[in-house]
């Protein structure tokens, strides 16, 4: 377990070294706020869909999409559980932060985090799993989480849980494995170059993210302990352990572990301020819990890769 440990923490630490970079620009006045903005767009609607596509590119096979079920059934679970919990743990907190404190519990940082980790540690078939994962994440982010944001029942925002990038790139890259088509090269290169981007730009976000919050904040919020707790170590190792009994295959176990136990959702930050709740709670909430997973994500990784 020791050996697999370190080759995680490897992994995870050369991210980190490109969430420095990402702060260091942000220093230097580099990175602004407004271009970061455009940035996470452009890894929203269109790095994060290749990278999708890119990994469902391969021949048909039975086994594989029984396999992609199961991560969806565990995906489903897994946030309807993390619900449960944080409605839990913060009904009785004031709005402001009951908000944010439940968006942390229940929604990680599974795409700008996981899916760069997936891709290093499992190669595509990580990816491919990891991206159902992405694709019920989202279906949870603009439903649940728009609704608890909101504080109101918006009935539009079913569509977009339905029409939006993750989505139609899960469908997209489904529908071409399902009948084995293979892109031709003139529309496959592209689709490859971009998802090639997933690994650097989200690191880069993420350290802009890191050097604009005070952490003294978080430090000071004695609340945010318990969610930032749940979300990078106790649903993990809960997960990690219910699927070991389950007799979940390996990969699928490594795979969906890496999704759950990632920091809290960079959109958390993007949420509060959209809706005018505590940003600063959510910014210290998500730096502090990323600076954390340096340490918790090679545990839960190597522990699911090691039992």
Known sequence: MLSAFFDVGVQVAVLFILIFIGALLTK???????????ITDIVLYAVTPCVIINAFQREYDSKILKNLLVVLLVAFLTMIFSVILAELLYRKKKVDRAVVLKFCVVFSNCGFMSLPLQQAILKDDGVFYGAAYVAVFNIFMWTYGIITMSGKKEIKQISKAIINPGIIGTLIGVLLFVFSVTLPKIAAMPIEFLAALNTPVPMLII????ATTNLKYIIKSKDAYPAVAFRLIIIPLLLIFILKLLGIPKIILVSVTISVCAPAAAITTMMSAKYNHDTKLSAGIVSGSTALSLITMPIMISLA???
């Open 305 to 307: 890769q090691y039992i």
């Open 28 to 38: 230097l006045n580099i990175l602004t706020e407004s271009g970061v903005k455009s």
């Open 207 to 210: 350290g802009f993210y890191l």
